[in-house]
């Protein structure tokens, strides 16, 4: 454990030398004004405004988060942010409350909840945007001895995870991996036993892709009724490491750090391996939901897609912003934040477990950030 | 009443004669301090005195209000949720608050959890504690027994999250084989039955229990010590001079003597245990089925329920139910020390 835990210090000094060396080189491709192949650092960052902003919320992205403050301050010396990463539910409350200036969150606010309303009001009148800036794959986990190479579908995961297929063995595995020799063992399922955007997404997944196979619901809850329950993300990968016919859904830089087997998934085209231009494709592949430059997304879109080659396990979250309603100088400092994050922020990212965004789904938000007022 | 009538008695005596004027009036000088002389010194309380009394007062006036706050809070915040239930809130075990129109939460397996890993904690922690209790006061030479009460003590100020943390990555491992010869040759027992969570992975109530046995280790410890040390040496001294050997002089003055300092001790332990979040939260693994009173089962306590859910509340009725959960922890701990209190009055040979 310990030498894993120098591993995981090591591995962060590492990704933030990375991360630094590759803001540098943005920022001389910008001087000599050479065409950088990527076109992040083209984008003009207003720095400027408030020197502090804050923003508090959803645990799963507080890792991009990081990133996207050493950009930041890279860009716009003498700018930072704090963020608390207290959970989706706090960074709604703080937001509406006017206590930080962005939330993050997992999902988008509610309307039914009567989020909308009361963060229109926070906005002095205008409306609260839900940007999704940040997306995360979640793997599914597994440690089988003997099997390093699984397929499978949103139908048997499903099974998987309401305990109707409970050996390894059982044919509906057997017919996705065709030559695979699965041993007779018992599936141990672990889930996570605190309240979660992971798990209300992969729930919402299993809904979507599972063809009525999954009848349990969606919710922050794992509602499978098997397993066994582990605490956070670092729980259930270290469980589901210790066990031999384990599996879980986790984001992807735990299942790696905990050397989990990573199982593919078939969306009905063809088996996709979780890597960066897959989760590309499938962001690509998202309709927006709502209106104008509040772009909720259509998860059914990425989550029932059948794509080739889209990896539909996602994780979106979101920054909760005002339309207009900021004082000038928070407006200018969150704007130049969102846009460092939006261009710059990105290279970081892989490293740190979640997936960049592919180029028309940046502009989008670039487009919405620039609109902020 | 008294301590003034102990602090005014010499002034009082020494006016007397002088304001009388009339000492002959006065034969016996034995006669007691005529009551007047008390009433005229009524206002002549010292200023420490009232300050003091003042102080303790107000002191006993703010924690019953704060604990009364905290029931009426709890209380409140619970009512409406507990309105929107639809299921039996005391023997559901169902727990699903995520859709606020469809909440079913049933606190009974989270009571089940919470009594019986407590209970398994104080079984194991109470007889070792009495051990080192008695070894410290009785049996240690008295240099060694200064540093070795500073090292248990020590225990105590650990923090629960590497409680925790030892427990899973640590503890648990080693338990493993334990555990599951105990399921195989005593599985007939319910206690020992095989659990609704694997037994590989530690997350049980056996693993959590041990741990807590630990934690609170060092309280019923210290406390049984002091009370132990109390014993009059004269009750020592006599058992001695009637012949009794080591064991016979505890057995007959230094038990009976401490009984009801271990017993409450032991409450205070078990108190201890019944609100431990932290460390179950790590340790135990949640589980989709019913507690079936083995002790290598999984759940979830009052406490670390409310913990593992508390980061994503966002709406007030879905925390009224934790509250609601909450609430039955804070009646249940409430009744502990009730019993404990009961046992204790019922005990006190020696006061």
Known sequence: ?373 | MNERTVAKRPAGTGTTGARGGVPAARPDSEAPIPPTAEADNRSHVRPGDRIFKGLATGSGIFIVVLIAAIGIFLLLQAIPSLGLNHVNFLTSREWSTGDVGDMRFGILDLFLVTVVSSAFALVIAMPIALGIALFLTQYAPRRLARPFAYVIDLLAAVPSIIFGLWGLLVLGPVLTPIGEWLTSTLGWFFLFDEGNVSIELGGTIFTAGIVLAVMILPIITAVSREVFDRTPVTHVEGAIALGATKWEVVRTTVLPFGKAGYVSASMLGLGRALGETIALMIILSGTGAAFAWSLFDGGATFASKIALAAPEFNDPRTAGAYIAAGLVLFVLTFGVNAVARSIVAGHKEYE
């Not at chain 1, 700018?79 to 706090?90: F, I, W």
């Not at chain 1, 409970?166 to 996705?176: F, G, R, T, V």
């Not at chain 1, 979660?196 to 063809?211: I, K, P, R, V, W």
């Not at chain 1, 029932?304 to 100088?329: F, H, M, N």
């Open chain 1, 1 to 373: 454990m310990k030498t894993k835990r120098h591993g995981a210090v090591i591995g962060l000094i590492a990704a933030g030398a990375l991360l630094l060396t590759a803001c540098g080189s943005d920022n001389n491709a910008g001087n000599t004004g050479a065409a950088q192949t990527t076109g992040e650092s083209s984008s003009p960052v207003e720095c400027g405004g408030k020197s502090k902003l804050s923003a508090e919320g959803s645990s799963a992205q507080k890792n991009a988060i990081d990133t996207f403050v050493q950009a930041y301050q890279q860009r716009c010396s003498g700018s930072d942010l704090a963020y608390n990463a207290s959970g989706s539910g706090a960074g709604v409350k703080q937001f509406i409350a006017g206590q930080v200036d962005f939330g993050g969150s997992d999902s988008p606010l509610s309307e039914s909840k009567g989020e909308v309303a009361s963060a229109a009001e926070r906005c002095e009148g205008n409306p609260a945007w839900n940007l999704p800036m940040v997306f995360g794959p979640v793997a599914l986990g597994y440690k089988l001895e003997g099997v390093a190479d699984l397929t499978l579908n949103g139908e048997v995961a499903a099974k998987i995870f309401n305990g109707t297929v409970k050996k390894w063995n059982d044919p509906a595995i057997s017919a996705l991996n065709s030559g695979a020799s699965l041993p007779d063992k018992n599936i141990t399922v672990i889930y996570r036993s605190d309240e979660s955007g992971t798990t209300d997404n992969f729930q919402q997944y299993l809904e979507a892709a599972s063809g009525g196979a999954w009848t349990q619901g969606a919710g922050k809850q794992f509602k499978g009724g098997v397993g066994e329950g582990k605490e956070k993300s670092a729980g259930v990968a270290q469980a589901a490491g210790a066990v031999d016919g384990a599996i879980t859904y986790v984001e992807l830089s735990f299942a790696q750090d905990n050397k989990l087997s990573i199982a593919k998934i078939d969306n009905g085209s063809g088996a996709v391996e979780l890597n960066e231009q897959s989760v590309g494709k499938a962001i690509d592949g998202a309709t927006i939901k709502g209106t104008g430059n509040d772009l909720v997304l259509d998860l059914g879109s990425i989550y029932g897609a059948s794509t080739e080659g889209a990896y539909p396990l996602l994780l979106a979250t979101y920054e909760i912003v005002c339309s207009k309603g900021y004082d000038a100088d928070t407006a200018k400092a969150v704007k130049a934040f969102l846009t460092v994050a939006a261009t710059d922020g990105q290279a970081g990212l892989a490293d740190a477990g979640y997936a960049p965004l592919p180029k028309a789904f940046q502009e989008k938000l670039l487009t919405a950030i620039e609109a902020i007022a």
